[in-house]
């Protein structure tokens, strides 16, 4: 349905990717570690590769808590844009499906926050 | 031989419906051109009833006399020295969230008032929503004179309005000004005069105005009470355009009822911050969110939807939810600034034992299971040296702009709520069915948000760095980050020689 708003609205979709000067944004959320109160975005180039994504860029937010130097990565359980998913650590963002805006979480067995209470 | 007064009704009726004309050298429709696009069908403007019959004339007497009584009292105020007697500094907080958030929506809403008065084709309804253009513009700029003067003595309040059209979370109420603003005449007059004035004022008003009588700023107060009994018309202006509306046409109420759960949601979501005000910043809170809730949505709301159903309104969309969430959002909100005190322009505090033990017997449900744990492990961070802000910036609600803090609070309180829709190809992420509703229904109009954590990183906000952003928000170091050990706080215990924690009753 289209905008009931006064005259003058123009077309306009202010995040397109091509805003982002070659990146593009993910947003990647740690579940049941709440001391983070909400996902993380970042402005990331397409070809960056998901290991890159791991121990950099989620590392350079995640690393403050306790419980991230103790993830056993090959136990990771990912899910990508709502659908479960196992990502290729060596290939790009873009060739694990990853796209602009897409939503990462990430559970880590085991590990369940500050003191088990999903912080 | 004709009386020489006019008794009350007369002089209403010529100074307001007397005013008007049908015009004849332009089509009507060509000089009221914004009040049919909508499709809300008026039939006969001279039904609006003003219950308050008040006229130009009256009004400025009344105004006057309000305001000579408010700057004598501001002058007493600065004379006597008044912020000496606040309960604590930290409360400064809410004050410097009040006018940087709340101020300039009054402005919004001067400007919106300010159309309707002209293109209203109804000269009552024209008439009443000029004076309150005035009203809206007179409570902003009393509100900044009144405030100025903590100004001089504290930091954090120095450029509200560069501030609201700039910084992260001062986008939440930039956007739902502007969402009512660019709307047609209707639905701005349903979103601020019916759901934010009428349904929802009462929760903002009782913490900013109550609370500040319990922590000692009768300037906050003073100010308060002039602007009361403008509220009081306002509300009662909310409560007869909808009236009106629906007395109007049969056809009217599926839009007036879409546009009162679509407004009905973003000022609720828009008080999240109130409640985190109300329940944490507040030195001694008068109530909890959760009370001021019960009170004021789910009784006297559920009251006046009651009132309502005779022309068919219901309550509105997602009410149940945001009951739900009434013993959540506060925790959830103060949270997320604590974690982000380094880029905010008001000083966050960790809740002292005292508040702790408040908020554990006004939340006996959630508040030691959910919340406290965070806070504990905060203030043991604080104490052992650990304690950082977080490095990474949110992800955004696409339509409240609010950081995606709030939780699954029906089935799992400590699961985020996440939800998504693709438009034009692009994905577009949500706190809440009610903000992806209201999304989905006009995607073209929200396509448009400027997200403050996505202009950051297409380069619009002054430079990729924390500093950088700050510098262009015009944050000073001295306005962010922990209230103790910042400037104000020095300056309380300088004047009182005592507080060296945060006080919280």
């Known amino acids: 349905m289209a905008v009931i708003a006064k005259d003058g609205y123009i077309d306009l979709v202010r995040d397109r990717v091509e805003n982002f000067h070659g990146n593009q944004l993910v947003y990647v959320g740690w579940d049941d570690h709440l001391l983070f109160s909400a996902a993380q975005a970042f402005p990331l180039p397409p070809e960056m590769p998901f290991q890159t994504l791991v121990s950099e860029v989620m590392a350079s937010v995640f690393n403050d808590h306790p419980d991230f130097q103790k993830i056993d990565w090959e136990r990771a359980e990912w899910v990508l844009d709502g659908e479960s998913f196992s990502p290729a650590m060596e290939a790009s963002l873009k060739e694990n499906g990853i796209g602009h805006k897409s939503l990462i979480r990430f559970k880590t067995p085991g590990l369940k926050g500050i003191n088990g209470l999903r912080l | ?505």
Request: glycine residues 6%; hydrophobic residues 35%.
């Open chain 2, 1 to 505: 031989m004709p009386a020489k007064k006019l008794n009350l009704r007369k002089r209403y009726g010529l100074l307001t419906r007397g005013m008007g004309w049908e015009t004849t050298h332009q089509k009507m429709d060509d000089v009221f051109p914004y009040d049919s696009f909508e499709g809300i069908k008026i039939t006969d403007w001279d039904k609006w009833e003003d219950p308050f019959r008040l006229t130009m004339d009256a009004y400025w007497k009344f105004q006057a006399e309000k305001e000579k009584k408010l700057y004598a009292v501001i002058d007493s105020f600065a004379q006597n020295n008044g912020q000496t007697n606040l309960a604590d500094a930290s409360y400064l907080s809410a004050i410097k969230l009040f006018i940087t958030g709340v101020t300039p929506i009054e402005y919004a809403a001067h400007r919106g008032f300010a159309h309707l008065g002209r293109h209203f084709r109804g000269d009552g309804a024209r008439i009443a929503c000029q004076m309150q253009a005035i009203d809206e513009l007179r409570h902003q700029q009393t509100q900044v004179h009144t405030i100025s003067h903590y100004n001089k003595h504290f930091n954090g309040l120095h450029d509200p309005f560069h501030q609201f059209d700039r910084v992260w979370y001062l986008s939440v109420p930039k956007s739902f000004s502007e969402d009512a603003l660019s709307s047609g005449p209707f639905e701005f007059i349903t979103s601020i005069s019916f759901a934010f004035e009428y349904v929802l004022t009462n929760l903002l008003f009782v913490p900013f105005m109550s609370g500040a009588a319990y922590n000692g700023d009768m300037a906050t107060v003073t100010f308060g009470f002039s602007a009361q009994s403008d509220e009081s018309r306002h509300m009662t202006l909310g409560l007869e355009i909808i009236k009106f509306m629906l007395e109007q046409h049969e056809d009217n109420l599926p839009i007036v009822q879409r546009w009162m759960d679509k407004h009905f949601w973003r000022a609720y979501r828009l008080l999240a911050l109130v409640a985190a005000m109300q329940d944490y910043m507040l030195t001694n809170s008068p109530m909890s969110w959760k009370e001021a809730w019960d009170v004021y949505f789910v009784e006297n709301g559920g009251a006046l939807f009651e009132d309502l159903s005779r022309y068919g309104l219901k309550m509105p969309k997602y009410h149940e939810l945001a009951t739900a969430e009434a013993d959540h959002i506060s925790h959830q909100i103060w949270s997320v600034f604590c974690s982000l005190g380094n880029a905010t322009g008001f000083h966050t505090f960790l809740p002292t034992e005292e508040k702790m033990a408040w908020l554990s017997e006004k939340y006996p449900d959630t508040f030691d299971q959910y919340y406290r744990p965070r806070f504990e492990y905060w203030h043991q961070q604080q104490k052992d040296g650990t304690f950082e802000f977080q490095k990474g910036l949110p992800q955004l609600c696409q339509v409240c702009q609010i950081p995606m803090v709030f939780t699954e609070v029906q089935t799992d309180p400590m699961q985020i709520s996440y939800r998504v829709t693709e438009h034009g190809g692009d994905k577009y992420h949500f706190c809440s069915d009610g903000c992806k509703d209201i999304f989905e229904h006009e995607p073209e109009k929200y396509v448009q948000a400027w997200l403050p954590v996505h202009q950051i990183y297409q380069g619009n906000c002054g430079g990729p760095t924390l500093p950088e952003v700050l510098e262009w928000y015009k944050f000073t170091p001295e306005d962010i980050g922990n209230y103790i050990g910042s400037q104000d706080h020095a300056r309380w215990q300088e004047w009182t020689g005592e507080d060296k924690e945060v006080k919280q009753a």
